[in-house]
């Protein structure tokens, strides 16, 4: 009698990848674990509806497959502290978005609509983890001007970082990676401070090119970053400071409304969060409130020179759901008067100002799946109050694998 290819993980502990869809793999995934291979994979969608204002009616899906592998090399090969990492990505679907006319996409999943190879890393830490140098194939969004609460929208004014930093193109972002390299350092428990390198290029945001463009040529640009986070405990909750600058050098962005173009830009940010309220000490489950802004003084290149978000995130409202969470954002972005110009210079209206509301309830089906419906209200759509305000429907839903 032939044995079972599993046979040699029946101890295997079943919960262990409770988060995972597809759970231990009958023992075999946490033997790779333990030999250190950490294999990922995530799916998330967006089905959003316009039903009210904009410019015309539609309905779109979009998704975003996202998956890869680990490679702890201090389990493989004794190099203490380093892993590697590949990854790739799957985008699909269309937007919404041109059909309200707003700046910020109501759907945060579009934007290079193919398939990408995207992460190659080599990680290596020192003195107990709190030194970390990392590089390869990477962007500025995997380290730089986030937070976990910013992930809940839908909208991309608020999702994974501040919006206005990447309208300037000078940001290096999900899903296409450039050469960089980054260093952070915990000087403590409380303050931690971190600076990124990333190559700029005219056609990085090309999706055609799949993430494996390795050029690196003679005309390209540097974006740096340069962070800091303060995330002390305020009477026993949590609480985040962080502030920072993004500075290119030899990267041309031609200036609105000219001839003219500016090969050196600056940006500021900062984001705060703090939990306000906190049912149990020995929990996490409460209110967090959070704020973001982004300044620069460049309004002969920036489309949006000020940007603010604020938010309110409520983990475990209900007691019986202790993993759901309730979800409000609210975001102001100014448009640069040198763009408004070019834009009337071109026959177009005016452009001041597109705020929007956005609230959603994510729903905590299984620990390794959720379903969010979601509300948002765009109000004056493309900054020109030629267009109604948009009412937008939509539903994320995700896994992880």
Same mark, same amino acid.
């Given at each position: 009698?032939?044995?079972?290819?599993?046979?040699? /993980?029946? +101890?295997? *502990?079943?919960?262990?990848?409770?988060?995972?869809?597809?759970?231990?793999?009958?023992?075999?995934?946490?033997?790779?674990? !333990? @030999?250190?291979?950490?294999?990922?994979?995530? =799916?998330?969608?967006?089905?959003?509806?316009?039903?009210?204002?904009?410019?015309?009616?539609?309905?779109?899906?979009?998704? *975003?497959?996202?998956?890869?592998?680990?490679?702890?090399?201090?389990?493989?090969?004794?190099?203490?502290?380093?892993?590697?990492?590949?990854?790739?990505?799957?985008?699909?679907?269309?937007?919404?978005?041109? +059909?309200?006319?707003?700046?910020?996409?109501?759907?945060?999943?579009?934007?290079? &609509?193919?398939?990408?190879?995207?992460?190659?890393?080599?990680?290596?830490?020192?003195?107990? !983890?709190?030194?970390?140098?990392?590089?390869?194939?990477?962007?500025?969004?995997? +380290?730089?001007?986030?937070?976990?609460?910013?992930?809940?929208?839908?909208? @991309?004014?608020?999702?994974?970082?501040?919006?206005?930093?990447?309208?300037?193109?000078?940001?290096?972002? /999900?899903?296409?990676?450039?050469?960089?390299?980054?260093?952070? /350092?915990?000087?403590?428990?409380?303050?931690?401070?971190?600076?990124?390198?990333?190559?700029?290029?005219?056609?990085?945001?090309?999706? !055609?090119?799949?993430?494996?463009?390795?050029?690196?040529?003679?005309?390209?640009?540097?974006?740096?970053?340069?962070?800091?986070?303060?995330?002390?405990?305020?009477?026993?909750?949590?609480?985040?400071?962080?502030?920072?600058?993004?500075?290119?050098?030899?990267? +041309?962005?031609?200036?609105?409304?000219?001839?003219?173009?500016?090969?050196?830009?600056?940006?500021?940010?900062?984001?705060?969060?703090?939990?306000?309220?906190?049912?149990?000490? *020995?929990?996490?489950?409460?209110?967090?409130?959070?704020?973001?802004?982004?300044?620069?003084?460049?309004?002969?290149?920036?489309?949006?020179?000020?940007?603010?978000?604020?938010?309110?995130?409520?983990?475990?409202?209900?007691?019986?759901?202790?993993?759901?969470?309730?979800?409000?954002?609210?975001?102001?972005? &100014?448009?640069? !008067?040198?763009?408004?110009?070019?834009?009337?210079?071109?026959?177009?209206?005016?452009?001041?100002?597109?705020?929007?509301?956005?609230?959603?309830?994510?729903?905590?089906?299984?620990?390794?799946?959720?379903?969010?419906?979601?509300?948002? =209200?765009?109000?004056?759509?493309?900054?020109?109050?030629?267009?109604?305000?948009?009412?937008?429907?939509?539903?994320?839903?995700?896994?992880?694998?």
């Amino acid at each position: 009698m032939l044995a079972s290819p599993l046979a040699a /993980y029946e +101890d295997y *502990d079943p919960y262990q990848y409770h988060d995972r869809l597809t759970g231990n793999w009958g023992g075999l995934r946490s033997d790779l674990n !333990d @030999n250190g291979v950490e294999v990922f994979a995530y =799916y998330n969608a967006i089905v959003a509806s316009n039903v009210h204002g904009g410019i015309t009616k539609d309905t779109n899906y979009a998704g *975003d497959a996202f998956a890869g592998i680990q490679f702890d090399l201090e389990k493989m090969f004794d190099f203490q502290g380093t892993t590697f990492t590949v990854s790739g990505i799957y985008r699909h679907g269309s937007d919404i978005t041109p +059909d309200i006319g707003s700046q910020y996409s109501v759907m945060q999943l579009v934007g290079g &609509q193919t398939i990408f190879f995207y992460n190659m890393t080599l990680e290596k830490t020192f003195l107990d !983890d709190d030194l970390s140098f990392k590089f390869g194939r990477m962007t500025a969004t995997d +380290d730089f001007v986030g937070s976990p609460f910013y992930s809940y929208s839908l909208n @991309n004014a608020v999702n994974g970082q501040i919006r206005a930093v990447l309208f300037d193109g000078v940001m290096t972002s /999900y899903p296409f990676p450039v050469w960089g390299g980054r260093v952070r /350092y915990n000087i403590d428990d409380d303050n931690t401070v971190r600076v990124g390198v990333f190559q700029l290029t005219q056609e990085m945001f090309d999706p !055609d090119r799949h993430g494996v463009d390795f050029s690196i040529d003679g005309d390209d640009g540097v974006s740096i970053f340069a962070q800091y986070d303060w995330t002390p405990e305020l009477d026993g909750k949590p609480f985040r400071l962080y502030a920072g600058i993004n500075q290119t050098f030899a990267f +041309d962005m031609p200036e609105f409304n000219s001839a003219n173009v500016t090969d050196q830009f600056t940006r500021f940010y900062m984001g705060s969060d703090y939990q306000v309220y906190r049912e149990s000490p *020995d929990r996490d489950e409460g209110l967090t409130l959070f704020m973001t802004f982004a300044y620069t003084d460049q309004e002969e290149v920036a489309i949006v020179p000020i940007q603010s978000s604020v938010g309110a995130h409520y983990k475990g409202l209900l007691p019986e759901r202790p993993d759901d969470r309730l979800v409000m954002f609210f975001t102001y972005g &100014q448009f640069s !008067d040198d763009y408004s110009d070019q834009l009337v210079a071109g026959g177009g209206s005016k452009v001041t100002n597109e705020m929007v509301f956005e609230t959603g309830y994510r729903i905590a089906v299984t620990d390794a799946a959720y379903i969010q419906p979601d509300l948002q =209200y765009v109000i004056n759509p493309g900054g020109t109050g030629n267009i109604e305000n948009a009412v937008v429907l939509g539903m994320q839903f995700g896994a992880s694998f």
